[in-house]
């Protein structure tokens, strides 16, 4: 009698994998707001009537985005689904469908795939979003994820980069730099404290906080923190036609982020200007700081006011001295660096 086992993604093949995709799906199956998911040419979903479509790609590259001796792929699996549910967040939308791309190594083991796969699914079930298709392909270099995702937003609820008044206090959730600092400590060689490296390697979409600041009104502006404080601040201030002022001072920073910076002070520049926070950026009328804080309070997420929005162009530190530093709103950019991850 011949037996076969399957170890590695060439043993299993594509319609090996879709179908254990699809068996990893199961308790998903009967979801009333799905025609089709997997399995026919396109996927088929409802979207709420009166409700505007997002939608939102990323892609994740072996190397660039990643390094698989630095994370397990069952944590790379929730961050790949993880860094597009946070541009629904920043919308104020609702998650409800994603679709997965793949290029994978055949010599991917069964476990590691299962893991991603997990992973993956996990984050989406988190935030009541199905993955409803996708495309998988072999790669000979290494991993590619390319993930789009799609939510929807009552059309008035709508919060834009471009949306924010002269006056407006800058607030960002949760605590900055965690995940800059643990990239860092990574490509010197050294080991994060856990805490760090799970915000670098497993973020957490802030999807409670935009819908709620949205369906409230609060938020005048909203980006999601990717690319650096400062640069997606600069994107905000671009897209708004205004400037800033940043009181260092008040940045919200851990345990461990707060102790680093005691004994390299220098390292600053790695919270104002390191990515993948995924923590929201907003503004929003001095008015408002009430209702915020009680929303902070309900989503047990700190909301830190940061700054404010001025009438002109320009990027400050003002320091509570009265000092006032110009910065560049400059942070990662995939094409001056060439580090990878
Ligand atoms: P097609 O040839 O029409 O592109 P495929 O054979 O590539 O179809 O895929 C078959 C089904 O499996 C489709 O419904 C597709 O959406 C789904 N699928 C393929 N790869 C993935 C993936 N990585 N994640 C989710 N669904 C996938
Ligand atoms: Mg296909």
Same mark, same amino acid.
């Given at each position: @009698? @011949? ?30 707001? =799905? !025609? ?32 698989? #001796? ?20 920043? @919308? ?14 055949? #010599?991917? =083991?069964? #476990? ?13 079930r988190a935030a009541g979003a199905l993955l409803c298709g996708g495309d998988t392909c072999r790669s000979q270099t290494g991993m590619f994820i390319s993930v789009s995702v799609q939510g929807t ?5 709508l919060v834009r980069r471009s949306g924010g008044q002269p006056g407006d206090r800058l607030y960002v959730s949760g605590t900055l730099g965690d995940s800059a600092l643990a990239l860092h400590l990574?490509?010197?060689? /050294? ?6 490296? &799970? ?13 709620a600041l949205a369906a409230a009104g609060l938020a005048h502006a909203m980006i999601d923190l990717s690319d650096g404080l400062l640069a997606d601040l600069g994107h905000i201030l671009q897209q708004? /036609? ?15 982020? &707060? &102790? ?9 520049? =790695? ?19 009430? &209702?915020?804080?009680?929303?902070? !309070? ?28 110009? =910065? ?10 060439? /580090?990878?991850?």
């Open positions: @009698m @011949m037996t076969t086992t399957t170890h590695n993604l060439a043993s299993l093949g594509e319609f090996g994998f879709i179908a254990r995709l699809r068996q990893k799906l199961r308790d998903q199956a009967g979801r009333a707001d =799905v !025609v089709l998911a997997i399995g026919d040419d396109c996927s088929a979903c409802t979207l709420p009537a009166g409700e505007l479509l997002l939608t939102s790609t990323d892609l994740l590259i072996e190397n660039i985005h990643f390094r698989r #001796d630095w994370t397990s792929l069952y944590a790379l699996g929730r961050k790949s689904a993880a860094v597009n549910l946070s541009d629904i967040a920043a @919308m104020g939308g609702t998650p409800r469908y994603l679709h997965l791309g793949l290029g994978l190594p055949q #010599d991917l =083991v069964l #476990d590691e795939l299962d893991a991603f796969c997990d992973g993956f699914l996990d984050e989406c937003i009552p059309a008035d609820q990574l490509q010197q060689g /050294q080991t994060p404290p856990a805490a760090l490296a &799970r915000r670098h390697h497993q973020p957490t979409p802030r999807l409670a906080l935009g819908r708004s /036609q205004l400037a800033a002022c940043l009181d260092p001072a008040a940045l919200p920073l851990s345990v461990d982020v &707060r &102790r680093h910076l005691n004994h390299k002070p220098e390292d600053l520049d =790695v919270v104002l200007r390191g990515g993948e926070d995924y923590e929201l950026l907003f503004s929003a009328p001095p008015e408002a700081a009430p &209702r915020l804080e009680q929303l902070a !309070v309900r989503l047990a997420l700190p909301l830190t006011a940061i700054g404010s929005l001025q009438p002109g162009e320009g990027l400050w530190l003002c320091r509570p001295d009265g000092s006032r530093q110009p =910065v560049e709103a400059r942070g990662f950019n995939h094409f001056q660096s060439g /580090q990878p991850a």
